[in-house]
């Protein structure tokens, strides 16, 4: 079966996904937890997933 434009969307917004969290994890360890800029990280992640959220649910849709 070959992957559609979405399919390769979707990879790729998922190694998005996993490079922010583990760059929030990082900063996470270096500046704690409830620094403001892992909070910025943790809110960027929050923004990747919802957008995976949506474009499953577009991608069934189809």
């Known amino acids: 079966m ?7 969307q979707m990879e790729q917004l ?4 996993e490079e922010k969290r583990n ?5 996470g ?6 620094d403001e800029k892992t909070v910025v990280a943790s809110q960027q992640l929050d923004k990747l997933i919802h957008q995976a959220i949506l474009m499953k649910k577009l991608m069934k849709q189809d």
Do not use: C, N, P
């Not at 998922?14 to 996904?17: E, F, N, Q, R």
């Not at 360890?29 to 409830?34: A, D, K, S």
């Open 23 to 27: 760059q929030m994890i990082r900063i």
């Open 14 to 17: 998922y190694l998005l996904i």
């Open 29 to 34: 360890l270096q500046y704690g937890f409830t």
């Open 2 to 8: 070959k992957a559609t434009d979405s399919d390769i």
